[in-house]
Antibody, heavy 119, light 110 residues
Framework: QVQLVQSGAEVKKPGASVKVSCKASGYTFTSYQMHWVRQAPGQGLEWMGILNPSGGSTSYAQKFQGRVTMTRDTSTSTVYMELSGLRSEDTALYYC????????????WGQGTLVTVSS | QSALTQPASVSGSPGQSITISCTGTSSDVGIYNLVSWYQQHPGKAPKLMIYEGSRRPSGVSNRFSGSQSGNTASLTISGLQAEDEGDYYCCSYAGSSTWVFGGGTKLTVL
């Protein structure tokens, strides 16, 4: 069965960087793209970007250009999302979500990783 | 990349039908038939309910249906049940490998 298991909660100071991982299992890792979506406390979902594990190509939301980097390790079927220049507004639950193709932009989701930015 | 527009809240009684709208532009909803809908319960990850505007993943109740007209997509839930209560989000492909979500709609089952 498809599973996406994310790394644990993080607490960071303003200006720091955070790197969240998402380990995939139960399917061919390189056959499906991976989205990153975040949700601030009590707020809605916000699309951050997408990574193609096959070649490593990425596309980021304009809002995060220059601050976010998505990478992957095909040997461990893991994707990573690194966000730099953290500010308090980046406090949120960060999700990875598999793109199932044919418009199924999030057919499986990770459990979410809480990132707290606080001085 | 502006968020799609959804009503903040909708409500209905058990057994009734409700519809949630999702309005985008001719650069996203209006040009691509790639709108998906997600249900989210408190403390849980979102769950895919509808994709490609009107298709249901296996396991999703046929009480959930989707449609689209112009720049607006809609999610209809018929035979409303208590477990349908939660937050609903639309999401559309917006070109150049980017996606955009709606602001979310809180569904209350009275």
């Amino acid at each position: 069965q498809v599973q996406l298991v994310q790394s644990g909660a993080e607490v960071k100071k303003p200006g720091a960087s955070v790197k969240v991982s998402c380990k995939a299992s139960g399917y061919t890792f390189t056959s499906y793209q991976m989205h990153w979506v975040r949700q601030a406390p009590g707020q809605g979902l916000e699309w951050m970007g997408i990574l193609n594990p096959s070649g490593g190509s990425t596309s980021y939301a304009q809002k995060f250009q220059g601050r976010v980097t998505m990478t992957r390790d095909t040997s461990t079927s893991t994707v990573y999302m690194e966000l730099s220049g953290l500010r308090s507004e980046d406090t949120a639950l960060y999700y990875c979500a598999r793109d199932g193709g044919s418009g199924r932009s999030g057919d499986y989701w990770g459990q979410g990783t809480l990132v707290t930015v606080s001085s | 990349q502006s968020a799609l527009t959804q009503p903040a809240s909708v409500s209905g009684s058990p057994g009734q039908s409700i519809t949630i709208s999702c309005t985008g532009t001719s650069s996203d909803v209006g040009i691509y038939n790639l709108v998906s809908w997600y249900q989210q319960h408190p403390g849980k990850a979102p769950k895919l309910m509808i994709y490609e505007g009107s298709r249901r993943p296996s396991g999703v109740s046929n009480r959930f249906s989707g449609s689209q007209s112009g720049n607006t997509a809609s999610l209809t839930i018929s035979g409303l049940q208590a477990e349908d209560e939660g937050d609903y989000y639309c999401c559309s492909y917006a070109g150049s490998s980017t996606w955009v979500f709606g602001g979310g709609t809180k569904l209350t089952v009275l």
